[in-house]
């Protein structure tokens, strides 16, 4: 093996050495990101939701994810009729378009639940409904996670939780179909931010703060308190988890395992480094210089030259004059098509007259002349130019190369 290897796999070496030790050393910082996946095990994930659920409501339940739009799964539900069914959906913005929230009503309106937790939920689908809904008035409240709270029905234990920045509540509500079932805390005032919306035969429920369904607070033994009694307003007996945020926010790259694992990723990237540093060792020429061959220079004009001169020194002009009379007549037969077996048919010299723009007169003096040359045996250096001389006139009238 060279020297010039040997030094490229001892620097990836020495690399991939010194990342370990750091990585071993390195305390891994917390991923406060809120994502809201169910497969997430970070704070803001939902994983303990995803697998808590069923001990919350109970074995005697059907609980399924769905891995596409709840419009999409509202639509297909209508098809079978599917109404005993709760949707629940966590995310951090949950927006409808007119059609949509229209769909999910209807779903409801035929018995059908949903469970949207949400800070903001759009307005198609609240100003359908009557209500409205807003952030906490930071002048009035001066709202944080400190001095509010939260409670679940009439219910005097409050729940208290930190890390919480956004403070959203139903500002308006329809007496007529709506039920407050929790309430935030602020300044001695308490302001609905969980509700129950009758519509025809099922129920939706609206609940503003997400964050209580993510790990971090499902571990606390008051947040999981608080999460079983909101859980329990579900009366359906088939419950499934939407999952389409989770999906669509996926790499599609078949190197997303490699990508999204801390460990695989660093080697990936520490592969292509390591083959980025081979390519630099390995680029430099490792044979000799390869000769230039230079192409066989073209010899046409003196191989010509040549030719003339042996014709000339062996004194048999009229061999020139014949080569000459038919390479023009090869040349006539392969640019006008015309057959050139009687060089005095007037049919011919009539169509190759037409064909090459000389007049008729001129076409026929010269082949004329060409007939006689092709009987005569006896030729003069004299009557080689002369018989030159007229076929190029003619071919540079003729525009004939």
Known sequence: MKKSIWIGFLLVLSVAIGIALIDAGAKRPINWTKTYNFRDKIPYGLFVFRNEVPHILGADR???????????????????????????????????SDSDAKKILDFVDRGGEVFIASTYIGKQLLDTLGIKAESLQYKLFVPTDKNVSYSLGQDT?????????????????????????????ARGRAIPNF???SH????????????VFTN????????????ARALEQIKSKKILFSDYYFKSGESATPLRVILTSPGFNQAWYLLLFGLFVLLVFKSKREQRAVKIVR???????????????????????GNIVHKKIDYFLYAIRHSYHLETMDLLDRKFLRQLSLKSAVNLEETTALFSFLHRCREQHSFSIEDVRDVNRKIEEFKSKANLI
């Open 62 to 96: 059907v609980y399924a994810d769905f891995g596409e739009t709840i419009y999409e799964l509202v639509d297909r539900l209508d098809s079978v009729k599917g109404y005993e069914t709760a949707l629940l959906d966590v995310y951090q913005q949950v927006s409808y």
């Open 157 to 185: 234990a409050r729940l208290h939780l930190d890390r919480i920045n956004d403070f959203n509540v139903f500002s308006k509500l329809n007496a007529r179909t709506c039920t407050i079932l929790g309430q935030l805390h």
């Open 295 to 317: 192409p066989e220079p073209n010899l046409s004009k003196e191989f010509a030259k040549t030719i003339g001169t042996l014709y000339y020194e062996n004194g048999d002009p």
């Open 195 to 197: 509700i129950r919306v």
């Open 200 to 211: 025809g035969e099922g129920s939706l429920y609206l609940h503003l703060l997400p964050e």
């Open 216 to 227: 971090y607070h499902l571990l606390q033994q008051d947040g999981y308190e608080y999460v």
